[in-house]
């Protein structure tokens, strides 16, 4: 059974940082990609980083991009996202998502459908 579990998330004053992290366990699982991903009340749920776990390539949203960072510890199954300056339109539930290697769905980066394994989420809220 593979799992994903999300931490960092919390209440942060605009233009302030956090760091989220997410960390896989699996008995028989290759990765391809992790990504970000985030939904604030009402709206739909928007890509905001990925990370192709053997190369390292990464990709973000045009919103924050030169902002967030992501980047991995493969020794520990474990992708991180780097927020700074952040800003009141950044408050949402972040998740955590992961692509397997052998996995049929549609490729990609910054669609939801391109990943199958989704962590819980986390809060991040950001007052003005």
């Known amino acids: 059974q593979v799992q994903l579990v999300e931490s960092g998330g919390g209440l942060v004053q605009a233009g302030g940082s956090l760091r989220l992290s997410c960390t896989y366990s699996a008995q028989s699982f290759t990765i391809a990609t992790m990504g970000w991903f985030r939904q604030a009340p009402g709206q739909a749920r928007e890509f905001v980083a990925a990370?192709?776990?053997?190369?390292?390539?990464?990709y973000y949203a045009e919103s924050v991009k030169g902002r967030f960072a992501s980047s991995r510890d493969k020794p520990k199954n474990t992708v991180h996202l780097q927020m700074y300056n952040l800003k009141p339109e950044d408050t949402a539930v972040y998740y955590c998502?992961?692509?397997?290697?052998?996995?049929?769905?549609?490729?990609?980066?910054?669609?939801?459908?391109?990943?199958?394994?989704w962590g819980q989420g986390t809060q991040v809220t950001v007052s003005s």
């Open positions: 990370i192709t776990w053997d190369v390292g390539n990464t």
């Open positions: 998502a992961a692509r397997s290697v052998y996995y049929g769905g549609p490729d990609g980066y910054t669609s939801a459908f391109a990943y199958n394994f």
